[in-house]
């Protein structure tokens, strides 16, 4: 539901025996934008998206294939940062 909210999330956009996804275009825009921000950074820097990027292009995905994917999984990356284990547990006390 988060990639949805920034646009990250895969839509079926298959024609005849191809099979292929695309980018939902509905969502945050600028949260979208921060996210392939993120993907082309780390494409550059991180050696662990380097390493996947790799890895995919043997399999046959082009680049925009693999910035789709890559940006799925920093949107869970992302959601998993901004939401707390246990918000309960983060309040202050009344003390």
Known sequence: ????LCG???IQ??????SRHRLNRGG???ANSAL??????????DQRTKDYVARRTTEGLSKPEIIRCLK???AREVFTA???ASAVN???SAA
């Open 1 to 4: 539901a988060f990639a949805m």
């Open 8 to 10: 990250a999330s895969p």
């Open 13 to 18: 956009a298959s024609s005849g025996k191809t």
């Open 28 to 30: 945050d825009r600028n």
């Open 36 to 45: 392939w921000r993120i993907v082309i950074t780390r494409m550059g820097t």
């Open 72 to 74: 799925r999984y920093i």
């Open 82 to 84: 901004l939401t707390p």
């Open 90 to 92: 983060h309040l202050p």
